[in-house]
């Protein structure tokens, strides 16, 4: 059984990989974002998509610790 999960997770990361560079090569468009003045230069629009996924992989964990924490102190300080 534990050689039969092992080939399905191979399984699974192996088709998550291929998604991923199909979504890659499928979007080499070249493209400059500008916000309030700020241009970047032109990349891919693949870049741009895996760089904000990223971002908001990393702040969904941290402002979850952030406003939990906060939430915690606030339920402790009233139990008390």
Partial sequence: MRGFKGVI????VLFVVLVILAFVLENQQGVAL????????????????TVALIVGLVA?????????????KSRISRST
């Avoid at 970047?40 to 998509?49: I, L």
């Avoid at 969904?60 to 915690?72: D, M, Q, S, T, Y």
């Fill in 9 to 12: 997770l191979a399984l699974l």
């Fill in 60 to 72: 969904g964990p941290v402002l979850g610790l952030v406003f939990g924490r906060k939430l915690n």
């Fill in 34 to 49: 500008a916000f309030l003045g700020w241009t970047t230069p032109q990349m891919p629009v693949s870049v741009f998509v």
